[in-house]
């Protein structure tokens, strides 16, 4: 479903449970939909760091974690939480040769300096099942 201008319906509000995400598509963009404590949020399906598709990932109240690096966003503002982590525990690390683990500890520090875009919002309604997605001028 697909429109340039205006509003559109992207799903049905019974195709998202509350705490879960659907992908969807509208004026030529990926975006989320996030049922947060029964209410339809919409959002950029795509991470502001690498553009991992973030339905992928994992969504705890209102916010989701990216399934790629672990950046965290709020589906209702946008804003950016956490930037990139590197995922591996202290554990799973001293099982590994030393080399190794220094270039974790790089990457680690690289990937703290590298912030992680907002995502963009839409506005959203409910019509009925219908949610409708507004593209916002």
């Known amino acids: 479903m697909s ?4 509003s ?3 799903a049905k509000v019974s195709e998202i449970p509350e705490g879960k995400m659907k992908s969807v598509r509208a004026f030529d963009t990926d975006i989320l939909l996030a049922n947060v404590g029964g209410k339809i949020y919409a ?8 553009n991992a598709p973030l339905h992928k990932g994992s969504l705890e109240g209102n916010v989701v ?10 589906v209702i503002t ?4 956490r930037g990139p ?6 554990e ?42 507004e593209k916002k001028p």
């Open 65 to 74: 974690t990216c399934p790629l690096h672990g950046a965290q966003f709020d």
């Open 8 to 10: 559109v319906e992207v």
């Open 92 to 133: 799973m690390m001293q099982k590994l040769p030393q080399e190794l683990i220094q270039m974790f500890k790089r990457t680690g520090e690289i990937l703290s300096e590298i912030q992680a875009e907002p995502l963009k919002t839409y506005s959203v309604s409910v019509q009925g099942n219908s949610i409708i997605v």
């Open 3 to 6: 429109a340039e201008a205006g």
């Open 43 to 50: 959002a950029s399906n795509r991470c502001g760091h690498q």
């Open 85 to 90: 982590q590197l995922g591996m525990s202290q």
């Open 78 to 81: 946008g804003k950016n939480l």
